[in-house]
């Protein structure tokens, strides 16, 4: 729950190959860290990247995307579970563009951070 770009990815393939299930909710996280855990961890079955800040590449000016394009679309249907959610209207989406990416937990309802989690990952 913080900032996601390449150099992040490019650790979560090296130490996590074998990776299954991750969650990068209310996260910042950059289109091509996003293609490249997408291409890179082909064991992956389960992605949540709900309420993210997707940031396009440069030179693109580093403002969140309002709709996540078919390209990923693509890339993610190999997926058993792809959670999605960039809503203007989404109470979650609009804290996590207040918050700027990094989710202030602290400031919320207890047990918000479970809402819309991957089900083996909200305990």
Same mark, same amino acid.
């Given at each position: 729950?913080?900032?996601?770009?390449?150099?992040?990815?490019y650790?979560?393939? $090296?130490? @996590?190959?074998?990776?299954?299930?991750l969650s *990068?909710?209310?996260?910042?996280?950059s289109? !091509?860290? /996003?293609?490249? =855990?997408?291409?890179?961890?082909?064991?992956?079955?389960?992605?949540?990247?709900?309420?993210?800040?997707?940031?396009p590449?440069?030179?693109?000016?580093r $403002?969140? @995307?309002?709709?996540?394009?078919?390209?990923i *679309?693509?890339k993610?249907?190999?997926?058993? !579970?792809? /959670?999605t959610? =960039?809503?203007?209207s989404?109470v979650?989406c609009?804290?996590?563009?207040?918050?700027?990416?990094?989710?202030r937990w602290y400031?919320y309802?207890?047990g918000?951070?479970?809402?819309?989690?991957?089900?083996?990952?909200?305990?």
């Amino acid at each position: 729950m913080g900032p996601c770009d390449f150099s992040f990815a490019y650790n979560l393939v $090296k130490l @996590l190959p074998n990776l299954k299930v991750l969650s *990068l909710r209310c996260s910042t996280i950059s289109k !091509e860290a /996003l293609i490249f =855990i997408l291409d890179k961890l082909p064991n992956l079955e389960v992605l949540n990247i709900s309420h993210c800040l997707l940031i396009p590449p440069p030179p693109a000016p580093r $403002k969140a @995307l309002k709709e996540i394009d078919g390209f990923i *679309l693509e890339k993610a249907s190999r997926l058993r !579970e792809f /959670l999605t959610c =960039i809503d203007d209207s989404c109470v979650m989406c609009q804290r996590a563009r207040s918050d700027e990416g990094l989710m202030r937990w602290y400031r919320y309802e207890e047990g918000l951070w479970k809402t819309d989690e991957v089900r083996s990952l909200a305990l």
